[in-house]
Structures are given as structure tokens and as C-alpha cells.
């Protein structure tokens, strides 16, 4: 086993050194994966392994991650470039489910850490939740979901509808014990380090004790899953003063500041976004409509400096030019592909929901997420926190 893993960077490095002209570079810094971004087939046999190189690919100590290759905007291709990537740089296993009549040509290069688990049906980006959820034992979608539920996998990777994944998952992962509503917690970019926001569109309607579980399973995600000691907890709201908002903030803050967590009080957007709390609670609906709001105008701004570069004659191009490196830093910094996915905290299992919009590049990024909650154990320690509190109560 120790040989086989010092063997793996040399395999990586063989990955990447045996390019070709023609080639196509998917990847994110130095590391990349060769893989023709409209087929993710190699286009040369020059960068194929040798058996003897595939083998020193070890998978026995890697968590396994079941990836919906259909869904999203731009499934099968995109799904199967990130999972191959996944696999190739091994980051984990990888069970690649979807139609294996459309999979198969993708994945040219056999290779032991993936596995196409076949699924004939896909669940439509615009279908009704309790439509996909009557079809979901031939879906890719239901599919990955049970084989979380049998621990065939760790994780399950979706870039599909986000309301069918979370009645799929609910009806076939289950909720954890204590917990009455999962949260979809989204990380979001700030000045310091990224914040942790939910419910982020699972919940429209909640109640008190609803956002006092979102508070306490964000902060135990931050805490182990992003290594953030002591996350601070702010309640989003309109205004930073105690008393301001509407009835549900107002029930939940004397809640909050019995529970024991690090909260800081309520927590306005500009507060937020300028990294004064680590976690920052809110219903389903107002979480949901940042997000949205947040996604808007940064791709708003980013045309529009783009607008006026292309406007402003040469020498706004050459300022351009001049300002590059920043302005990639910039787009780095709130590009949702670089942030990967997000959980569905408070299930059975770790559930991880990728942009709709995803390409390969967010895909392994959501993999990586996946991994750090398997690798944290995020789950079983929510379930821990939430049975101590339920005892504590009694």
C-alpha cells in the first residue's frame, strides 16, 4: 500500500507530462486532467497509461462518491469531465450514474476508481418535485440516492433540480433523528474568508426551532468540515439592533442566545458580506433570494467592466492588460465554480447540490466538498449535537 502511494504523484505527473499538441487542458492551476473539453476523450494516444501506471492509481483508501452524470444544464459532458478529473488526481471513487449508453463513449480510458452504475431515466431541470420522486428508482438522481442509503457511497453529487434532490433524498437518505427540516447551506464569498448562509432555498416557510437546527448544523459544518474555530453565528435581518425584523427573527434571537453557540446577534448583508459572522441563518426564502440577488449582480458587474474595457478604445485595453492578474483574482474570488457545491445538512447522508449551471471545473470542486464532509464525518457529528441537545432537554 505505502508503495503504490508513493508512486501516485509520479502517475499524476506522467498524466500531465504525456500532453500532446491538440490536447485540451481541463484543470484549475498546475493540476489538470487531458481531456477534450467537448467529448472528454482523449484526443492522442500519448496521454494514455500504461497498466502498470493505472494500477499504482490507488482506490482502496479513497471515500466514494456517486455523481449524477445527468443531471444539470450541461449533463452528460460536464458531470463525467469533473468525475474523471475526481478520479484521475484521486481525489476519490467515483460511481458515475446515468444512461451507460450515453456515459460509455465519454469515458474512453478504463480506470479502477470509476464505475458507470446504470440509470435509464433523468430527472427533467424544470420537473415537479412529487413527479421526480414517483420515478425515482430508474432516475439517476434516486439512483445515486439509494446507493448512499446502502453505502455503496459516501456522498451523492448533483447538479440536477433542486427540489426533486431534496424530496429524493429526504424519502430515500431519510432525515437524521431530532432534525425536522434539512437546510441547504451555501458558502458565500466575503472580504475575509467565506460565510456559511442557510437554509438557502429548502425551507420557504419555517418556524423558530427550524432556524435554531440550521444555526447549530452550520456551525458544526464550519467548525469541522471548513476548520473554522468557534464560528461565529449571526442571524440575517435588516437591521443589526435587537427587535428589528419580522416575528420569525424575533422569536428565534432569545432562542439563539441560550444555545450555547457563538452568537453575535443579527447581521446585516453589508456585515455579512464584509466577513463579521462565520454562519448566517435565515429562512428558506430570504436566504434563497440573497443567493439569487448576490449571483445577479456579481455577474452583472463582471459584464459590465468587460462592457466598458471593450468600449473604452486602447487605452482602457491596456489598463485591462495592465490589471489582469487582479481582475483573475477578483473573478476567482466570486466565481461560484470555484466554491463546488452545496450540502443538504440534516440528512441520513451527505447529500451535495452543485450549481445547475455547472461545467467540469465546479463539478471537482463540488467533489472536494463532498469529501471534506465525509472525511469531517459532518454528518454523524450533527447527529451527535442534536441527540445531546434533545437529552439536555429532557
Not at 443538504?344 to 464532509?373: E, Q
Request: a positive charge.
Amino acid at each position: 500500500m505505502e508503495d503504490r502511494r508513493r508512486r501516485l504523484p509520479r502517475v499524476r505527473s506522467l498524466m500531465r507530462r504525456r500532453a500532446c499538441r491538440g490536447a485540451s487542458v481541463v484543470g484549475l492551476g498546475s493540476s489538470a486532467t487531458l481531456y477534450s473539453l467537448s467529448t472528454f476523450q482523449p484526443r492522442c494516444d500519448c496521454i494514455a497509461l500504461t497498466p502498470k501506471e493505472a494500477e499504482a492509481i490507488t482506490t482502496t483508501d479513497l471515500p466514494t462518491l456517486a455523481i449524477d452524470a445527468m443531471g444539470g444544464d450541461h449533463a452528460p459532458q460536464e458531470p463525467v469531465g469533473g468525475a474523471l478529473r475526481v478520479a484521475a488526481e484521486g481525489v476519490a471513487r467515483v460511481l458515475l450514474v446515468g444512461d451507460e449508453a450515453r456515459l460509455r463513449p465519454l469515458v474512453a480510458q478504463p480506470s479502477p476508481a470509476v464505475e458507470i452504475v446504470h440509470a435509464p431515466d433523468v430527472v427533467g431541470m424544470d420537473e415537479a418535485p412529487s413527479d421526480a420522486l414517483n420515478r425515482r428508482d430508474s432516475t439517476s438522481m434516486g439512483v445515486g440516492a439509494r446507493l448512499v442509503k446502502e453505502g455503496r457511497a459516501q456522498a451523492l453529487l448533483s447538479a440536477g433540480n433542486t427540489g426533486a434532490l431534496m424530496a429524493i433524498s429526504l424519502f430515500t437518505i431519510g432525515r437524521l433523528q431530532g432534525i425536522r427540516r434539512p437546510a441547504i447551506a451555501v458558502l458565500w464569498p466575503t472580504r475575509k474568508a467565506p460565510v456559511l448562509v442557510l437554509d438557502s432555498g429548502a425551507n420557504a416557510d419555517s418556524k423558530p426551532e427550524y432556524l435554531v437546527q440550521f444555526a447549530t448544523m452550520g456551525s458544526l459544518y464550519m467548525q469541522h468540515a471548513v476548520q473554522r474555530s468557534s464560528p461565529r453565528v449571526g442571524l440575517l435581518n435588516i437591521g443589526g439592533e435587537a427587535g428589528k425584523g419580522n416575528a420569525l427573527v424575533n422569536a428565534v434571537f432569545p432562542i439563539l442566545e441560550k444555545s450555547g453557540l457563538n452568537f453575535v446577534g443579527n447581521v446585516e448583508p453589508t456585515g455579512m458580506l464584509a466577513g463579521s459572522v462565520d454562519v448566517a441563518v435565515a429562512d428558506g426564502f430570504v436566504g434563497n433570494i440573497a443567493l439569487k440577488t448576490g449571483e445577479a449582480v456579481a455577474e452583472m458587474m463582471l459584464a459590465l467592466l468587460k462592457a466598458g474595457v471593450e468600449a473604452g478604445g486602447a487605452r482602457a485595453k491596456l489598463g485591462a492588460l495592465l490589471l489582469k492578474p487582479v481582475l483573475k483574482g477578483l473573478k476567482s474570488q466570486i466565481d461560484q465554480s470555484d466554491y463546488g457545491g452545496a450540502p443538504l445538512l440534516g440528512l441520513h447522508g451527505l447529500v451535495i447540490k452543485a450549481h445547475g449551471r455547472a461545467n467540469a471545473h465546479a463539478v471537482f470542486n463540488a467533489a472536494k466538498v463532498a469529501v471534506l464532509g465525509v472525511k469531517s464525518g459532518v454528518v454523524q457529528r450533527i447527529a451527535e449535537s442534536i441527540k445531546a441537545t434533545k437529552e439536555g432537554a429532557q
